[in-house]
């Protein structure tokens, strides 16, 4: 089976084909336009803007992949959640191949997307029920207990800010450009993560609740760069070894703070598998602390390759397929772009 996947809920326009043969998946093309670029000007991603970027790649990265190829078996977009201005281009666009090519389309849940890219390119047996997912992007910070395909149960969420939009936020106190986690976390390797003494919010015992808050710990940042730094009135400066130092001390509170949460509740509910994924999976320090993590509670593993952590249509076309196999596809003329839709039930 093949299936053609469309992802544009942000930054991102990605096209992907992939093929499943006996539940292995081999992902046969993808190419990805991103907007960072352009956005980081800004500070952040503008919906405008992204719309427009999204219309120009979409139709020029379908020709690239599809050129010499036959047609797909199915089709896959992203539907939900993200920038509207950004999922119709994507919607729109399957919505047309699907008439004009009379395929099936499946419409997918970012989110879910960011759990099936722990399953793109690895041996299916590896995949493995109830699962425990942690989903860390720039909008989204959650825990879920999966208890098989396409079944989700949310089991603790962000009140406030997402882990990724605080590593971003402190960023562009520092004057980096969006998105800052990434240069954070170059930074942070160089720096003592016991520097400074940030809060892990929401992890003292007593709280027995798998629910973040992140803007805390943005506002213990900003205070102790007051306190601490140089100021232009714009952003804070601080000497190389010190910025090294606040960097590192930053990122371990994030990443302190999800382990411990991830780790009661995996006592709690037992899963047979861990599952990281969303843009802010890339942090090799959360990785290896999950990676310790699990080891210790002997349970499985799964963090999606690299170039899978930031959004992609790749994990899109796999989520469909899982999803083909249980609730089958949906008529182009119920497949609707909407900015917020949860997975959960
Ligand atoms: O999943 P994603 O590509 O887009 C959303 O769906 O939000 O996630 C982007 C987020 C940004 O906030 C970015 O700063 C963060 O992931 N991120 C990281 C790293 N790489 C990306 N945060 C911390 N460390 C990284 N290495
Ligand atoms: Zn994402």
Known sequence: MKILAIES????????LVEIVDGRNTVIEMKTASQIDVHSRYGGVVPEIAGRLHAESITPLIEDIMQGRDKPDYLAVT?????????????EAVKTLSWLWDIPVIPINHIEGHIYSTFLEIDPVEI???????IVSGGHTEIALMHG???????GKTRDDAAGECFDKVAKLLGINYPGGPVISRLAKEGKRDAIAFPRPMCETGNDNFDFSFSGLKTAALYWLKENAKSDGQVFQLKEEILHNFCASFEEAI???LAQKLVRAIRKYNPKLLILGGGVSANPNLQNRLRDEANKLDINILIPKNKYTTDN??????AAYYKILSTG?????QVEAHPRKSIYV
């Open 9 to 16: 809920s942000c930054d991102d326009t990605s096209v992907a």
């Open 255 to 257: 990443v302190d703070t």
């Open 329 to 333: 596809p949906t008529d182009w003329r």
């Open 149 to 155: 395909h396409g079944r989700y149960e949310l089991i």
């Open 79 to 91: 539907s939900t959640p993200g920038l509207l201005t950004g999922l119709l281009v994507g919607v």
């Open 313 to 318: 249509a790749a994990m899109i076309a796999l």
């Open 128 to 134: 493995i029920f109830p699962a425990i997912c942690l």
